[in-house]
């Protein structure tokens, strides 16, 4: 039986998968444990802890918008005109407190604040890429 790998990260804590052998009953691996553990919060699995961290309707389109530069809090409001001011900063602050985006206050009058991505949230910008590309393939397919 294989060991059970615990990854502690600030307040992020993974469990991953205990696989057994191959038994004479079947001959895929059993999963015995696969549970994800986030700031008190138990997943079920990988795509539940992702979808909780860059799911929803605003989160790809804010880090797909700073993978490309340092954006204002105006500029982002300016650029998904369809989202509110309190979705905006509630999104903002939970793609910050995950660590995939920093904010940068100026003390200037009037002030301002700064959006960049991190290493780690450019990390997920491969994977909003590949819904981008399935997203106009299904696009192409439905409309035509």
């Known amino acids: 039986m294989n060991r059970v790998r615990v990854t502690t990260i600030r307040t992020l804590t993974l469990v991953w998968e205990l696989r057994t052998p191959p038994c004479d009953t079947h001959q895929k691996e059993s999963i015995k444990d696969a549970r994800v553990r986030v700031r008190g919060r138990r997943y079920q699995n990988p795509v539940e802890l992702a979808q909780d961290v860059i799911g929803g309707k605003w989160k790809m ?22 989202i509110s001011h309190k979705m905006l900063t509630q999104q903002l602050r939970e793609l910050e407190r995950h660590g995939l985006i920093t904010r940068t206050v100026h003390a200037v009058v009037p002030p301002h604040v700064d959006y960049d991505i991190t290493s780690l949230g450019r990390t997920a910008l491969p994977a909003i890429e590949v819904l981008r590309a399935w997203g106009a393939g299904y696009r192409r397919r439905r409309s035509g």
Do not use: C, F, K, V
Request: charged share 30%.
């Open 61 to 82: 389109p804010i880090l797909w918008r700073l993978g490309t530069r340092t954006w204002r809090y105006s500029e982002l409001r300016r650029d998904l005109p369809a």
